[in-house]
Every structure is written in structure tokens, then in C-alpha cells.
């Protein structure tokens, strides 16, 4: 049977109590089938970091390249932390993992479940997913800032763009509107102001749309898409977009789809050089770590992505059936971490 060799880094937080039932989880959606997950955790995360100085070594980064894959909770200490100014976190081991395991393309699905409260009254189907650019864009730390402190401080935070960079996710996007039902692909930017940026992303989508006839090309600027997230989100098949529209739209997107405690996302390595990594949207969540009532879903259906891109697509959708029952009936009372983590394994082992 194939061993699939998977690095767990729960994180801090909430991160590791969802990533133990995401782990129940994986283990019972892949009993007796012909994959076994032998798992390697690493601790890594603010807390790490606090008490050793430590964010992402060479060494970590070698070992955990060295899996299949890599499942991770959250990582990140308390906004506002002193110790922490600087993202040392989120730049030194979030980012520094996408950026070395080349994850240009952040997965990030958007399903509105049946029976699951959405704060708009009329949501109609919501069935979109976020291509978000993962390498590249405010991200990278093209910055730098003189004088600080004065009252003459500048600073720059640069986004940065190449045509490779954004032709491969272009591509990758386009793909996945081509396999999808509606075939339709969103660009959104800010052609309107962003001109050099949002030329290349305009120019290059255009390029890329005429080998892909079947799948229909629209607009929006990025102001105007979170008007159209909240009144029409029916609308959307796939997003592509750059590293930070794409990260601020996917917290609206989980908020109109079912909440934060339901997005999943994957950071894929598409030519399969480096292993992909799976994660909620959330973070660390400080205001309710340690109280065992994080919804540990998002990091279930994290499972999910990772087990449809180690194509196996059974498992997969085991854990989505058992997760889509499960939320369906969710009810006023709510649950602890381990009790929903605990009811969607049963659902998975009753079939
Ligand atoms: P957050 O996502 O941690 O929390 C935002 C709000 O959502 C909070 O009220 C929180 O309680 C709630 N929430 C989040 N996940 C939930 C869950 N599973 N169930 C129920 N409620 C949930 O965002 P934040 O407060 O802006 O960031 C906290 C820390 O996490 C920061 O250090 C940030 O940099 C980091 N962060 C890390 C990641 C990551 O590791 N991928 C992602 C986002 C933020
Ligand atoms: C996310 C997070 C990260 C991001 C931070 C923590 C670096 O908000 O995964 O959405 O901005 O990508
Ligand atoms: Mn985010």
C-alpha cells in the first residue's frame, strides 16, 4: 500500500487543537484504503519562536520539504505582541514555507453548504473558489522605510509582479474554470489605478483566454467585487487574483459562505516539485485559544483539498459528505472543538 509521508506543523493557538481533529479525521477517512499517512510533527510557531529565537531554520525547512505533504494549524501570537513586531511569524515561517515551497497557487474554495446560515439574506448558490497568487505581490518584502520615527517617515511596501509569476497562476486558474460546470474565470484588480501591475495581470489574462475558448472571461475591480460578494456571490465561478486582494477577499468569502470556522485552503505547488500545503484561512485565533470551541471544520475540509490533491479523490469526498451532513445540522447549540471534530468521524466510520 502507498505510505504517504505527511509534516504536521500545528502551530499555535487554536492551530493545534483543530489539527488534532483534522488528524481523527484523515486517520478514519483513510482506514483500510490503500493509502497510509505516516505523520511527522514539527513545532514550530510563535511559541517556538519566543522561547528559542527560532522561526523556520535551514534545517526545518529541509526536513519538512523532505514530505508529501504538509498539514498545518496556524501560527502567530497575539496582535500587538511587542515581541512578535516585525511578522516574525507570519514573514519568517508562513510566508518563507509558500515562498521556498514555490506554492503559487493559494486554493481557496468558497461552498456555501446546504442548510448553513449565511448573514445574506438571499446568498443563491455560492460555489466559487479564489485563485489567490501565493509568491509574489505586497508580499515578497520589497520594502523599506527612512526616517522612522520623525515626522518625515517614508515607507514603501512594493508589489511586486513578473510575467512569470502571474502567467503560471493565470494558467492554473484558467484550468480549473475549464473543469468546472459555468467555465468562468474573474480577474480582479485595479486596472483603474494600479496601471503597471494591473496592465500585466489584464494583458496576460487576455493572452491566456484565447487557448481556453470554453471558458468565459469577466472584470471587476476589487472595490466593486466586494460589492458583488455580498450582494450576487451566485456570480462568481473562479477568482484570480493577486497575493493580497486575494487574501482580504477569502475572509469575506468564508464570511458569507458559512463563516471563518469553514474555510479551507491549500497552497499548491502545482509541478509538484515541493510538497503542497493545506491550512485553514483562520488564524491562531488568540481570543479563543486554550477553550476548546474552535470550529475545527476549515482544517477538516484542509484535509480534504490535500487528499484530492494526493488524488485520492474517495477519501476526499468521504470527509466532505461526512462534513457537509455534519453542518447541516448544526443547530443553535454549540459544540466543543473535539465534539464536532468527534461527530463528523463518526459519520466518516458509520459508512
Ligand atoms: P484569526 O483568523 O485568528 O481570528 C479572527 C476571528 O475569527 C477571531 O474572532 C477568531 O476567534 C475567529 N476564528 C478564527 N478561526 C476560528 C475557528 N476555527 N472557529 C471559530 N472562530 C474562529 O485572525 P487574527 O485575529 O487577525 O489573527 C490572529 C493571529 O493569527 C495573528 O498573529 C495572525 O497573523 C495569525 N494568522 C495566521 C494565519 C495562518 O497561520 N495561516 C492566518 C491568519 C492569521
Ligand atoms: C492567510 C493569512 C496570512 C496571509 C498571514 C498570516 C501571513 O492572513 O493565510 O490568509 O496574509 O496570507
Ligand atoms: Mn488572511
Not at 503559487?104 to 446560515?117: A, D, G, H, K, T
Not at 486596472?191 to 481556453?212: C, M, P, Y
Request: hydrophobic share 45%; glycine share 10%.
Amino acid at each position: 500500500s502507498r505510505v504517504i509521508s505527511l509534516a504536521v506543523i500545528p502551530g499555535d493557538g487554536i492551530g493545534p487543537e483543530v489539527v488534532a481533529e483534522a488528524l481523527n479525521v484523515l486517520q478514519a477517512a483513510t482506514d483500510g484504503g490503500d493509502a497510509a499517512f505516516d505523520t511527522t510533527q514539527y513545532a514550530l510557531g510563535a511559541a517556538r519562536y519566543l522561547a528559542t529565537g527560532d522561526t523556520l531554520t535551514d534545517e526545518d525547512l529541509a526536513a519538512v520539504s523532505q514530505h508529501d505533504a504538509i498539514l498545518l494549524g496556524a501560527v502567530g501570537g497575539t496582535p500587538g505582541d511587542p515581541r512578535l513586531a516585525g511578522a516574525n511569524i507570519e514573514r519568517g515561517l508562513l510566508l518563507r514555507l509558500r515562498f521556498a515551497l514555490d506554492h503559487y497557487v493559494n486554493l481557496r474554495p468558497s461552498v456555501l453548504f446546504p442548510s448553513v446560515p449565511s448573514p445574506l439574506a438571499d446568498p443563491g448558490d455560492v460555489d466559487f473558489v479564489v485563485v489567490r497568487e501565493g509568491t509574489e505581490g505586497p508580499y515578497v518584502g520589497n520594502g523599506g522605510a527612512i526616517r522612522v520615527g520623525s515626522a518625515n517617515e517614508v515607507a514603501n511596501e512594493v508589489s511586486v509582479n513578473t510575467a512569470f509569476g502571474v502567467e503560471r497562476v493565470v494558467r492554473y486558474a484558467f484550468a480549473a474554470a475549464s473543469a468546472r460546470p459555468r467555465k468562468k474565470l474573474t480577474l480582479v484588480h485595479k486596472t483603474n489605478v494600479l496601471v503597471f501591475a494591473g496592465g500585466l495581470w489584464k494583458r496576460i489574462v487576455d493572452e491566456v483566454a484565447s487557448e481556453f475558448p470554453d471558458v468565459t472571461v469577466d472584470y471587476l475591480h476589487v472595490d466593486a467585487a466586494t460589492i458583488f460578494l455580498v450582494t450576487d456571490p451566485a456570480r462568481f465561478d473562479v477568482i484570480v487574483t493577486d497575493n493580497l486582494f486575494g487574501d482580504i477577499l477569502t475572509d469575506l468569502a468564508a464570511a458569507i459562505s458559512g463563516g471563518i470556522g469553514l474555510a479551507a485552503s491549500g497552497n499548491i505547488n502545482p509541478d509538484g516539485r515541493f510538497p503542497s500545503m493545506f491550512e485553514p484561512v483562520h488564524g491562531s485565533a488568540p481570543d479563543i485559544a486554550g477553550q476548546g470551541i474552535a470550529d475545527p471544520t476549515a482544517a477538516i475540509l484542509s484535509v480534504a483539498l490535500m487528499l484530492d490533491h494526493l488524488e485520492l479523490p474517495e477519501a476526499a469526498d468521504r470527509v466532505r459528505r461526512a462534513v457537509v451532513a455534519d453542518v447541516a445540522e448544526r443547530g443553535e447549540g454549540h459544540r466543543s472543538t473535539s465534539e464536532i471534530g468527534a461527530a463528523i468521524v463518526d459519520r466518516i466510520r458509520a459508512h
